[in-house]
């Protein structure tokens, strides 16, 4: 008796194999390539490998693949190599990524790709770093408040283009220190900073031009009666974006972010950014 | 391998194919 589907079977492959890591590595690029909010990932270990044989020609790796953040905004064209890990001090954030990968004719590509990202447990937190804050919800009212008086900051000192806030994506909140830490990232605007008056009124520029901030907020407290802001920018070369889809977590946020209470759309790209690409191609959920 | 059938072979490492080996920390 022959046994059903002859030759469509699997072969496991060890997970630290060079061909195993070299398909994780063509799946990481193509999973940073099409992030376009939260927080490039890097391969942290490969979970599960299975090589199943196509036809006519080719083999297909089904992975399984645990990725970590790194502190790169996914708008930093930085070389995710060159991008330091997320460290658990500093509330890590692990992506659990399914990919399916063709090989052929010796080349790797990206059939699918679906990943999940959530944030370290509060008590690991605790437990490498009792002090540091763990990472707050993006729409609290103190990250909101201290997202606007940093980019009020920002483009107050800027000589340049206005610039737009595109997304928060990361936010702490140090109550002891009545400090809101936060990172976003921004687009430059048709409008001259120093000459706005209403913002609404500004356009995102045709070659886009992004940046990434990080800021803090001190809040008046009763011995220290003022408020403090401070945040630094950089400021991307323009760049063309690739046509985008999302990262998702399983609360339907972007890798790099805090559950979110409302229900946001699930990969509904922030405004002035790329949406998901409509027809054939490979399948990014 | 050869070895005397009254000695005993001591087993190998065992190599775990999967998963592989953490790069960073794990979670």
């Given at each position: 008796v022959s046994p059903p589907n002859p030759g469509l079977g699997y072969r496991a492959l060890n997970c630290d194999d060079p061909e195993s890591e070299q398909a994780a590595l063509v799946a990481m690029d193509y999973l940073n390539k099409n992030l376009f909010r939260g927080y490039k990932h890097t391969l942290n270990q490969i979970d599960k490998v299975k090589v199943w044989s196509r036809r006519p020609t080719g083999e297909v790796f089904e992975m399984e693949i645990d990725t970590l953040e790194t502190t790169?905004?996914?708008?930093?064209?930085?070389p995710v190599a060159n991008c330091s890990v997320r460290s658990l001090g500093e509330h890590a954030v692990e992506g659990d990524c399914d990919f399916r990968v063709l090989k052929l004719d010796g080349q790797f590509t990206v059939l699918f790709a679906k990943c999940d990202s959530s944030p370290d447990s509060a008590e690991d937190l605790r437990k490498v770093c009792p002090d540091c804050p763990p990472l707050a919800q993006l729409n609290n009212t103190k990250v909101v408040h201290a997202v606007e008086a940093a980019l009020t900051a920002f483009n107050t000192q800027t000589n340049g283009s206005y610039f737009q806030l595109v997304e928060v994506s990361r936010a702490q909140i140090a109550y002891r220190t009545r400090m809101t830490y936060v990172e976003f990232a921004i687009a430059a605007t048709d409008c001259v900073a120093k000459e706005?008056?209403?913002?609404?009124k500004c356009n995102l520029l045709a070659e886009k031009q992004y940046g990434f901030c990080k800021g803090s907020f001190t809040e008046k407290g009763p011995v220290n009666g003022n408020e403090k802001v401070a945040v630094t920018c950089t400021v991307f070369p323009t760049q063309q974006l690739p046509v985008a889809a999302g990262v998702d977590?399983?609360?339907?946020?972007?890798?790099?972010e805090e559950p979110q209470p409302d229900n946001s759309p699930?990969?509904?790209?922030?405004?002035n950014l790329p949406e998901a690409p409509v027809g054939s191609g490979p399948l990014l959920v | 391998n050869v070895a005397q059938p009254s000695v005993a072979v001591a087993p190998g490492p065992v190599v775990q194919p999967c998963p592989g080996r953490i790069r960073h920390f794990k979670i």
């Open positions: 790169c905004h996914a708008l930093d064209p930085t706005v008056t209403d913002p609404a977590d399983k609360e339907g946020n972007t890798a790099g699930v990969a509904t790209p922030p405004a | -």
